[in-house]
């Protein structure tokens, strides 16, 4: 049996309720506890905005292994993107497609897949099977297509506080018959032809993969009986023509590649990386949140919203200087920062703070080298020693537009420290079972995992020095078992 939490961005609203509603504050305080049972969680604060209080209360939970409605796969798909600038909509059905769309209300909420409108309810059903969010305001439009009209709905993404207050009633009874009831899951997309697109920016500075790497991965992709194509534009409408995505561009939430990736999973395509794979990796928060719960060996870390003097000098207290301060979302050491002082913790801090809800405080390791070691469906199959950019702290040293990176060695996995390849591999299991580059220090014979990265950097010369092309093969490798796996 689930344990079961609510968590609200106003408990008041539900004093007569009943029901044992949190604060994000409290889930990011006292959970996960020990022995807990399984968990699920339903968030209920507002997630319509990126890296806010409720979106965080979602990435949390995956984190801490709490199956969580909405998931954040789900909030990022009921956003905006930055493409389209269009919200996800729903076709009414063809019992509605009739019907004079002025005798219908403008806008509705839809709690759980339920509504109050009962003209309306094959619509919040279908709309939830799609979107599943707690809560939903759907707008209803009408459009001309290939000379029909056609109705639909505009989907949105609320938070309980969104709700007006004659609603809270009925909301109350459906979050309390759903709390009590049994989650289904989304079924698979469907399989297609094994072709496969490469996605690649020409235009990035440091890409994760340069020409001749990627030529390398095209002929191994021949040799395991796959068509690799390189392609620099790809967007969700032309995903269907291959049964494989190779994303070998940088990867952020806020961006085309995983709003890719996530089309290509709806149509059943392989992917690499996947974009539960991007969301958790992207966001450091996530991945130290994860690390803690499952006792990934890492550096002593805090999760900060707040910059006033009491907690820069409890920081101290409990880490020490300096500090390294990093924002959720940052790549090749970009938004990662070292500060030398209570001042100047304050100050980056609250800068930061400005950025994002939550900031990541690790305590500060010194290391001449990181260890990176390239996982694939959780075994390792390269490893690097990444050294420090001269005369800086981080590998990558970026001064405006010149980016200086430090000397490296390549190595056999089974010339690698055990206690290394070990904290690598369950640090990659946290993540998922995709290609992943995880990065170490070492301090004698105390490992500490710093951060998991999706996409890895796999350049010709660099991480294939000792493997040669058959590092690329073994990729490939992987992608034609799983596609054999699918049945195709």
Known sequence: MHKTLIIADDVQLFDSSG???????????????????????????????????????????????HRVLPAVNTINDMRMTADSHMPPRVTLPDTLQSTDITVLPASFFVIFGKTEEPALAMVAHRA?????????????HVASESGATIGYTECRVVGFNALPADMHRYAVKQLTAFAGSAWRSPTKGKKVRWDMAILVN???????????????????AENVGIHAEIVSQLNPAEIGHYDALFIRETTAIEHSTYQLARAAEREGLIVMDDSSSILRCCNKVFLQDAFSYQNVPA???????????????????????PLVLKLPESSFSRGVYKVESVTELQEKLTEMLGVSALVLVQEYIFTDYDWRIGVLGGKPIYACKYFMARNHW???HHDGDHTDSGD??????????RPVLQAAVKAAKVVGNGLY?????????????????????IEAGIEDKYLGKALYEIIMQEFADRLEKRGK
């Open 19 to 65: 029901l044992n509603v949190i604060t994000f504050d409290d889930y990011l305080a006292n959970f996960p506890k020990l022995n807990e049972p399984k968990t699920r969680v339903i968030n209920l604060c507002d997630t319509s905005e990126y890296l806010s209080r409720g979106y965080y209360c979602s990435l949390l939970a995956q984190a801490r292994k």
């Open 128 to 140: 939830f099977a799609l979107y599943p969010c707690p809560i939903m305001q759907l707008t209803l």
């Open 202 to 220: 020409p235009d990035e500075i440091t890409p994760p993969s340069d020409k001749k790497a990627l030529k390398n991965f095209v002929k191994a």
């Open 299 to 321: 550096p002593k870390s805090r999760f900060v919203s707040q910059a006033d003097a009491n907690a820069c000098d409890k920081l101290v207290s409990e880490l020490g200087l």
């Open 394 to 396: 981080q590998i990558y």
């Open 408 to 417: 490296f060695v390549t190595m056999a996995t089974f010339e690698v420290p």
């Open 437 to 457: 580059g995880v990065d170490i220090k070492q301090d004698g014979n105390n490992v500490f995992v710093i951060e998991v990265n999706d996409n890895p950097s």
